[in-house]
């Protein structure tokens, strides 16, 4: 009897340790992605070089199951900020969302991590930046030869073909262009 109830006790302290160390290793399959550093050396100036950071940080910590959802991005005439790269993962018709952020201030890709983002996310579109013919830098470039006069820049995808673009200066959004990401081409209001 008292061998049974010392066998039934080492029983359920083995059950309670596995059920304690399987609750920390699914909290921590999420949490767990590193930050890397990239070589301070390199400057990161167009958005298909922070896109190469990004997606070689994505098939090696997320895996081949996620797709790139859309893109946003904020930072100054120096190309210093964040470029945040959205990738999402259909579980039924509920995606987690990994948000891929190079950061091109201080060098470092990290990432933040939502689970059931359905409403955020919840669209099919997933955009293929390898065939864009579009950079960031050419708003930029067209910024001063509109004189538009900006502290910063924010901008997002729209579509799989289509980026808006806005120009903020004191906090204050002044200005938008929209560009075709395929044909790197500006889109006028009714064309």
């Known amino acids: 009897m008292k061998i049974t109830r010392i066998l039934l006790a080492i029983t359920v302290i083995l059950f309670l340790l596995l059920t304690l160390v399987s609750i920390v290793f699914l909290y921590n399959i999420h949490t767990n992605k590193p930050n890397i ?22 098939k090696r910590n997320l895996g081949d199951k996620y797709e790139l959802h859309s893109i946003e991005g904020s930072h100054d005439k120096d190309f210093e900020g964040e470029i945040i790269f959205i990738y999402t993962k259909r579980v039924k018709h509920f995606p987690d969302v990994y948000f891929v952020i190079v950061d091109t201030a201080n060098n470092e890709i990290r990432y933040k991590y939502q689970t059931n983002a359905n409403r955020l996310y919840g669209s099919d579109l997933h955009i293929d930046i390898e065939n864009w013919n579009f950079d960031i830098v050419k708003a930029m470039d067209m910024a001063q030869e509109l004189n538009i006069d900006y502290d910063r820049l924010e901008w997002h995808t729209v579509y799989e073909d289509k980026i808006a673009v806005f120009f903020v200066k004191d906090g204050v959004k002044i200005d938008q262009l929209d560009f075709n990401t395929f044909t790197g081409e500006r889109i006028i209001a009714g064309q």
């Open 37 to 58: 550093k990239i070589y301070q050396n390199i400057k990161i100036s167009t958005t298909k070089e922070a896109y190469a950071y990004a997606n070689d940080y994505a």
